[in-house]
T-cell receptor, first 115, second 112 residues
Framework: SAVISQKPSRDICQRGTSLTIQCQVDSQVTMMFWYRQQPGQSLTLIATANQGSEATYESGFVIDKFPISRPNLTFSTLTVSNMSPEDSSIYLC????????????FGSGTRLTVV | EDQVTQSPEALRLQEGESSSLNCSYTVSGLRGLFWYRQDPGKGPEFLFTLYSAGEEKEKERLKATLTKKESFLHITAPKPEDSATYLCAVGDSGAGSYQLTFGKGTKLSVIP
């Protein structure tokens, strides 16, 4: 299964600022996924990032708020822009393993607190 | 719209007391049903993928089963180290989507 390195693991940010989260995968993958996990809620997909094309955003998420970069097949970033306290959450990246039976691997998550 | 409901929300067990977690789902076409374990401060850790009704998979003290409407995660003689939040998710084969729809999870506490 793939191994993902995600950073930062946590951060406390001032409202109105932006934070960029990075995910590095130890193997080449076609798609990378970005999720949000709010307290007491289920994981919600923000967007799917393909190398060489614009990310595909799910309903309720927009590129201006969550710009994503995917410069190569092993790396992606998610930026949370113009943050407000409502953006306080855990953000996770994920990839689908080459062996479908191995499911999806998740990064360790970024716990973001906006004050 | 795909939906996943997990019950109970929280479960406290004595060490050695077996039980089951439930995951009810609705999906237009099931691409797979996934079980994950999540420890505090960490990302979800993959446990099982089930693809069709009647399928079962086992790993140590855990056994996952699948019907057309729900999945169960059976925990046999649990130990304190099994304490975690267990997440269920479904993948929809329709429209070429790779999205997983997650439930809110069951928080399991195993008391020594």
């Amino acid at each position: 299964s793939a191994v993902i390195s995600q950073k930062p693991s946590r951060d406390i940010c001032q409202r109105g600022t932006s934070l960029t989260i990075q995910c590095q995968v130890d193997s080449q993958v076609t798609m990378m996924f970005w999720y949000r996990q709010q307290p007491g809620q289920s994981l919600t997909l923000i967007a799917t990032a393909n190398q060489g094309s614009e990310a595909t955003y799910e309903s309720g998420f927009v590129i201006d708020k969550f710009p994503i970069s995917r410069p190569n097949l092993t790396f992606s970033t998610l930026t949370v822009s113009n943050m407000s306290p409502e953006d306080s959450s855990i953000y996770l990246c994920s990839v689908e393993n080459h062996q479908e039976a191995d499911g999806y691997t998740f990064g360790s998550g970024t716990r973001l607190t906006v004050v | 719209e795909d939906q996943v409901t997990q019950s109970p929300e929280a479960l406290r067990l004595q060490e050695g007391e077996s039980s089951s977690l439930n995951c009810s789902y609705t999906v237009s076409g099931l691409r797979g049903l996934f079980w994950y374990r999540q420890d505090p401060g960490k990302g979800p850790e993959f446990l099982f993928t089930l693809y069709s009704a009647g399928e079962e998979k086992e790993k140590e003290r855990l056994k996952a089963t699948l019907t057309k409407k729900e999945s169960f995660l059976h925990i046999t003689a649990p130990k304190p180290e099994d304490s975690a939040t267990y997440l269920c998710a479904v993948g929809d084969s329709g429209a070429g989507s790779y999205q997983l729809t997650f439930g809110k999870g069951t928080k399991l506490s195993v008391i020594p």
